[in-house]
């Protein structure tokens, strides 16, 4: 990426001189390597500024174009225990008139798919259930929702924010239509993602103003950060097969030191169905807010999501758990420089907050 924040200063969109093409080449090899990396054309990669915008271009950009295709809004299919990023263009276009129905999964967090056939109806034209969970890390049958949906011609929109890099994510080969993704999940910068689609699905544009990315997303776009996301996908997918069974192995080794150590602790979501680095446990008896607090000092961990500002997780609540339970619930993620002993060091740390805390009930 260094180069292009200076040095290799031109704008991609600007054709006329030398430093604009030196950019446009180097985003059309961002593009190709990015590509091949998720096994799709080129031609099907639209740069985003993340996960967030790729959710609202295919959830919007294409219920507004199927509205104006059949002259009313249809009929959306979700999971209550999607991210905010999803959950709320839903909202918005339940507003505009469109027609929802959120599912809420099973107590493992994952889909019944009989729940899913039971809720078509003739005018669904799509599906949003992401890979992998933010909070609870599980994975869904995409490859079988897929077929459910294909069969009855609807699209499916998964967000693969969590996917990416963590597991094995090729949308053609899982039949997804829309695929969001966003870099900062692999160890890429912030700020910059794509929406993965075949070109010929109707798609209106949220903003106007150029004729950048095919116009559906139009805007500069953002040179460095592009070569940083095809990059971060490299290095993830070149060294997935590694990762997946290293961070596996010690997050399992983990969850048994904090069991071994602390009583009272569950997993929140399938053990086995489940992204290597996640983990997120309830603790009974202590206070989610204190125990947070005291965490803080040792451990960087959360009760939820980034987004949702400290409220009690929608995902636990909709897998069961009250507003308090789901407080104290510690969501753990490891990485790919995660080492033993730091993980010895944080299962201590945590066995003596809990302690401290429940000594003081
Ligand atoms: C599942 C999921 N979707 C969407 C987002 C938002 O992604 P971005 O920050 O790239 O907009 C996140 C990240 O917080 C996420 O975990």
Redesign the pocket.
């Known amino acids: 990426m260094a180069p292009y924040w200076n040095e290799k200063w031109g704008n991609s969109s600007s054709r006329q001189h030398r430093e604009g093409l030196k950019a446009a080449a180097a985003v059309s090899m961002a593009r190709e390597e990015l590509a091949s990396h998720l096994r799709v054309a080129p031609e099907q990669i639209i740069f985003t500024s ?4 790729a ?1 609202n271009i295919a959830l919007i950009g294409h219920a507004r174009a199927m509205s104006e295709i059949h002259g009313k809004p249809g009929h959306l299919i979700t999971l209550s225990t999607e ?1 905010r ?1 999803v959950l709320d263009p839903i909202k918005q276009l339940e507003k505009e008139g469109f027609q929802v129905t959120e599912i809420t999964p099973q107590k493992d967090g994952i889909l019944d798919l009989n729940q899913l056939v039971e809720v078509f109806k003739e005018n669904t034209f799509l599906v949003s259930i ?1 890979i992998a969970n ?1 909070e609870i890390g599980v994975i869904q049958p995409i490859k079988e929702i897929a077929q459910l949906c294909k069969e009855r011609n609807i699209l499916l929109h998964s ?1 693969a ?2 996917a990416l890099g963590h597991i094995s994510l090729y949308p053609e080969f899982l039949g997804i239509d829309f695929t969001s993704v ?1 870099a ?2 692999m160890y890429g910068p912030k700020g910059i ?1 794509a929406l993965i689609m075949r070109p010929e699905i109707p798609v209106q544009p949220l903003q106007w103003g150029g004729s950048q990315e095919k116009g559906i997303r139009p805007g500069t776009l953002a040179v460095p950060l592009i070569i940083g996301l095809a990059k971060a996908a490299e290095i993830a997918i070149r060294d997935l097969k590694d990762y997946e069974l290293l961070v596996t192995k010690m997050r399992n080794k983990f969850l048994e030191e904090l069991k071994s150590k602390i009583s009272g602790i569950s997993l929140n979501g399938s053990q086995d169905e489940r992204l290597p680095h996640n983990l997120n446990i309830t603790i009974a008896g202590v206070q989610g807010s204190i125990l947070h607090k005291e965490l803080r000092p040792f451990i960087s961990c959360s009760s939820g ?3 949702a500002n400290g409220a009690p997780s929608h995902v636990l609540m909709a897998l069961g758990l009250n507003a308090q339970e789901a407080k104290a619930s510690l969501r753990l993620s490891l990485s790919r420089y995660t080492t033993e002993a730091e993980l010895k060091n944080a299962a201590i740390k945590i066995k003596d907050v809990i302690n401290k805390l429940r000594s003081q009930n």
């Open positions: 993340g996960a967030t915008e959710n991210h990023a992401m933010n967000d924010a969590q966003s900062h999940k993602g999501s980034a987004c």
